[in-house]
């Protein structure tokens, strides 16, 4: 049940070519900007867009490619779209039994299955109601439940927790989280959030402009970005250079010490909570130090983030008392000083 | 009356829209002074009246039938269906609603008249003539009310979120069972509106009626030509008959206001 994809299209200024594969029982999260083609790539692989060019395989059979096109209605697939879309005029019970009866199921027989999904999902007694008589949380869960009620060979999700409250995602995020681990087949989960890619998925896509431009487990693109988007996404500076020795020369014209013998071209990034910032050139210990002019300040849970401009764009984390202490302005001169065994450093 | 629901109206407004209703009520009002209220029973149970109210019914709903069998796919195609010069179509096929209905019956006859296109295959072939037949008349009602039925539900269907249909199809709805199980009720207030309009209009059919098919009592006479006939010798018969279309028609608006009620509410 493994799913194959190259797919190719130009839709206005969107040209999307990508290459995924994503194995039984697990979950790719295409992670990307809005405009990036991740909702485009969803909508080629259900059939719903057919592709300029390319070959969809699922478990082994072509659904796309070699001449073939199979119809959206005739791929063994499920899909959970941002708004929920329960069909307003059906019973929530009957909107998960939907995908059954289209699929020649008996009125009984799906009626029970839909009943058992929705206890699966927690809304055991709730078939009866209207869609909109549920709360966000509860019309997305049925319609993971219509998604899943049919057992398909894959599972598409576009932003299925975007549309919801932030405590309701949290708790509809784990309940999801524990429905794909029991789920057989191939699960691709578009978000531009990162904390739903790094919380339910095996693998990363990332998709910048109709191309991927990283792939690898939530860890490696969490630790190690490769474009600015997704350093930004997962909370890092990221200084592209030219390593030497100990030092990497950035291609911004500022210079970073680390801690290991690096060659070639290099990533360095930095975490904003190892930035320290001062408003004197600090003396001592053999570290980054870098003065830098403050462009801009949010605040950020408990810490505010303030965003660095100069020689070495940084972002730096520091307490709310150390940002009024340090009396800070938009436009102020500061110095920033990071630790050399702070700075992590990959090849580009 | 107008504090409550916001700004007061300027006087160059109020009295133009004082004069608008009077205008649209009195003749109404009127209609209900000059009725001959101790000889109604009398006047309805003549002949010909309960002909011609049957006949309006029976052909008006018919009218609405062939309008809904036909004329709800020709919306979707509008609506939805990618095909080149879809708006000259629409255009086309909503000329009845701006074309004088008399001309209407005369193009009607033109072309299923006795020597018409289809008139006369109809003829030799089957040996059917439908001019100043009932027939006739739920044909040229229909010509002129489907129009209205086409332009609501197009309305509706685009009024519609199309990712529904998405959604069907991901859950193995082919384009058909997509359109009975999901665009349809989902149109179903747009489709029952339209429905309405349409018989409305078919119900008060006079100039494409009397042109095709005739003004003939029990087969082609509808309410509206016997209203018009009767003017000529008893303007008493004909105040009871326009009541009785009067007050269908007020039955129907009361409907169709429910109808909008009922949607807005969803």
């Known amino acids: 049940m493994s799913l194959t994809a190259r797919v190719a299209v130009r839709r206005g ?108 999902v927690g809304l055991e007694g709730l078939g009866g109601r209207r869609p909109a008589e549920l709360s966000g949380g509860q019309a997305q869960r049925a319609a993971l439940a219509r998604a899943l009620v049919g057992d398909p060979a894959l599972l598409l999700l576009d932003e299925p927790l975007s549309a919801l409250d932030a405590r309701t995602r949290l708790t509809v995020r784990a309940e999801l989280r524990r429905h794909l681990a029991e789920f057989a087949g191939s699960t691709v989960l578009v978000t531009h959030d990162p904390v739903d890619a790094m919380a339910l998925a095996d693998r990363v896509v990332v998709i910048e402009e109709g191309r991927v431009v990283q792939a690898g487990t939530p860890a490696e693109i969490s630790r190690r970005p490769r474009t600015d988007y997704v350093a930004r996404l997962v909370g890092l500076s990221l200084l592209p250079g030219t390593g030497a020795g100990r030092s990497v020369r950035l291609d ?38 870098w003065p830098l002019r403050l462009a801009g300040a949010v605040p950020h849970g408990t810490t505010v983030r303030c965003e660095l401009e100069g020689a070495v764009p940084l972002v730096a984390d520091v307490t709310a008392a150390a940002f009024a202490e340090l009396g800070l302005v938009p436009g102020a001169q500061v110095w920033a000083a990071v630790k050399a065994s702070e700075v992590a450093v990959y090849a580009r | 009356m107008s504090r409550r629901s916001g700004s007061p109206v300027p006087a160059p407004l109020l009295v133009p829209a004082a004069l608008a209703v009077a205008f649209l009520l009195l003749p109404l009002a009127g209609l209900l002074v000059r009725a001959p209220w101790s000889s109604l029973g009398e006047q309805l149970a003549a002949p010909g009246v309960g002909a011609a109210l049957r006949l309006s019914l029976v052909s008006s709903t018919l009218a609405t039938l062939v309008s809904l069998v036909l004329g709800v796919p020709m919306a979707w195609v509008l609506a939805r269906a990618r095909i080149r010069g879809r708006s000259l179509l629409r255009a086309l096929v909503t000329v009845p609603l701006v074309l004088p209905p008399v001309v209407g019956g005369v193009a009607l006859f033109l072309v299923f008249g006795r020597q018409g296109i289809v008139g006369s295959w109809l003829d030799d072939a089957f040996g059917v003539t439908i001019p100043f ?79 095709f098919a005739g003004n003939f009592p029990g087969t082609t006479q509808t309410m509206p030509l016997a209203v018009y006939l009767a003017l000529q010798r008893d303007p008493e018969a004909a105040v009871v008959l326009s009541l009785v279309l009067l007050g269908v028609s007020l039955a129907t608006l009361l409907l169709l206001r429910d109808n909008w009620l009922g949607r807005a509410a969803s």
């Not at chain 1, 210079?255 to 990533?267: L, N, Q, R, S």
């Not at chain 2, 027939?135 to 979120?161: C, H, K, N, W, Y």
Request: charged share 20%; proline share 5%; hydrophobic share 50%.
């Open chain 1, 13 to 120: 200024s969107l040209a999307l070519d990508v290459d995924i594969e994503v194995a039984d029982g697990e979950v790719l999260a295409v992670l990307g900007p809005n405009g990036a083609g991740k909702s485009t790539l969803l909508r080629v692989l259900a059939g719903l867009l057919p592709a300029d060019t390319g070959r969809v395989v699922v478990g082994g059979e072509v659904w796309d490619g070699e001449g073939a096109l199979l119809p959206p209605h005739r791929r063994p697939l499920g899909m959970v779209f941002q708004d929920a879309l329960l069909f307003p005029h059906l019973s929530v019970a009957d909107n998960v039994a939907f995908g059954l009866r289209t699929r020649g199921a008996g009125r009984a027989a799906a009626r029970a299955a839909a009943a058992g999904w929705l206890a699966r």
């Open chain 1, 252 to 289: 911004g014209g500022g210079e970073v010490t680390v801690a290991e013998e690096v060659a070639g071209a290099v990533f360095a990034a930095v975490r904003p909570e190892s930035v320290a910032l001062y408003l004197a050139r600090p003396e001592g210990s053999p570290r980054n130090v």
């Open chain 2, 133 to 211: 037949t009932t027939s006739a008349v739920v044909l040229a009602q229909t010509f002129v009310a489907m129009p209205f039925l086409v332009i609501s539900v197009e309305g509706a269907l685009r009024a519609a979120d199309a990712r529904f249909e998405d959604v069907a199809a991901t859950l193995g709805a082919d384009r058909w069972t997509t359109f009975r199980r999901v665009t349809l009720p989902m149109v179903a207030p747009g489709v029952a509106a339209g429905a309405v309009l349409c018989w409305a209009r078919a119900l008060g059919e006079f100039g494409a009626t009397i042109t």
